[in-house]
DNA sequence: ATTAGATTGTCAAATTATTCACAAGCATAC
DNA sequence: GTATGCTTGTGAATAATTTGACAATCTAAT
């Protein structure tokens, strides 16, 4: 299989976004320059694009709305349904474990794991929170692929490093930290405060407009 | 000034996070060498990307950590204070407003607010959680410069546009939509399920190695 | 003071990503 | 059934980004 570039990984989940959006709207068909229009993209990079996956238009019509949703889902395999666990029950891992649209995309969160005592036991949309002790034998036995780390760095890296050997496949990393793990375990870093510097970087370099 | 391109931008933070590990660990000169090999990238980008900025290091001799990292903070606009609140105060919203590191940079979260009234009035460590009406005169009389959304995507959108009108410069976009803003308004976008998909896309591609 | 070694800043080359442009071919109206 | 108009897929051109290479010059050892 060819190699596709990271950009347009980043862009397929967009794409997917909106094609989701035309299809609750009824919309049967549309073509690049339209999907263009709307997104604020060129319709040549939309097609480039989606050529690395095959030809899902054609000439004169355009794309299906609803075969393509389809076809980007499963490309992003969300035709297949993922088993996750949430590390660290704080705000931040309950906000992902009560986001109701994952259910929708086929992720299935299954435990949340905390260490703090005042945490264990409390009720949730996914069970009951679990002590962190019991985290390395659930993932052997509930066969599961993603572990999303919500938790400060020191106990992300601790807790990552013993997970591998349980055979976790991927982290959704939230801690402010790279994770160090071997080449065939994928780790996707949700690091907030980059984000949010690069937001002030933009404000500082907007308030000098002109200078 | 010059225009500096997004992708020097995004990689400033991460340098920005390894000089301060630097720094908290004692090391006073770094060459870009050993910080290449530390946050394994190429040592020709380190430079090249620091040098969008002006001449930090010294032939003979590296960057001086402590000097460094205070220039990329400054660059970031992170020696300035900025004046946040938090719209939507609920597990994404409270996450956001209880992370300390946020305060040690500058960001200063002033207030959250929800509309449901079973939130609202709930102490948090950055006072009671208001009512979400209250909100277009607290931002015109309290000078705030950031607004994080976490909020569903249809009051995010609606409060958004009102919000434009206060005078707000920023957003700090978590919900699953692309605002429309003038061109002087900054959008810095969270999109927490598309970063969960290119985890998913990854673990696909993962799996197919070889085939 | 001199010298050997290290390391930057920067120019040029190589690579990657995006946009342009158009032939091929389908849809639709008549 | 034919003609017109639309829209894709794709090869080529352009633009952006990353990497390589090295002269200039600083540090540090003797």
Redesign the interface.
């Known amino acids: ?1 060819k190699n ?1 570039s990271n950009a347009v ?2 862009r ?3 794409y ?2 909106y094609l989701d959006e035309l299809r609750a709207n009824g919309v049967e068909r549309i073509s690049s320059g339209d999907l263009s229009r709307m997104m ?1 993209v060129t319709a040549s990079q939309i097609r480039q694009d989606l050529n690395n996956f095959g030809g899902f238009g054609q000439q004169g019509y355009g794309y299906n709305v609803n075969y393509l949703f389809e076809e980007i889902g499963s ?4 035709d ?1 349904e ?1 088993r996750m666990i949430v590390v660290g029950a ?3 891992g ?3 474990a ?2 109701a ?2 259910d929708k ?1 086929g ?1 299935k969160i299954v435990a949340l794991f905390d260490s703090n005592h005042e945490l264990i036991g409390k009720k949730t949309r996914n069970g009951e929170i679990k002590d962190i002790e019991e985290v390395y034998d659930f993932v052997k036995t509930e066969n599961i ?2 572990v999303a780390l919500t938790l400060p760095k020191e106990p992300a890296t601790e807790i990552a490093m013993k997970l591998l050997d349980c055979g976790v ?2 982290f ?1 990393n939230f801690a ?1 930290t790279d994770l160090e793990v071997p080449d ?1 375990v ?1 780790v ?1 870093n ?17 308030s ?2 002109g ?1």
Chains 1, 2 share one sequence.
């Open positions: 299989m596709i990984i980043k397929l989940p967009r997917y976004r604020n490309i992003l395999g969300l297949k993922h704080g705000n931040l309950q906000a992902i009560n986001y649209n994952f995309r992720f692929e993603i496949k991927a959704w402010h065939n994928i996707e949700v690091h907030l405060s980059e984000s949010l510097m690069e937001l002030t970087y933009k404000l500082s370099e907007q000098q407009v200078k």
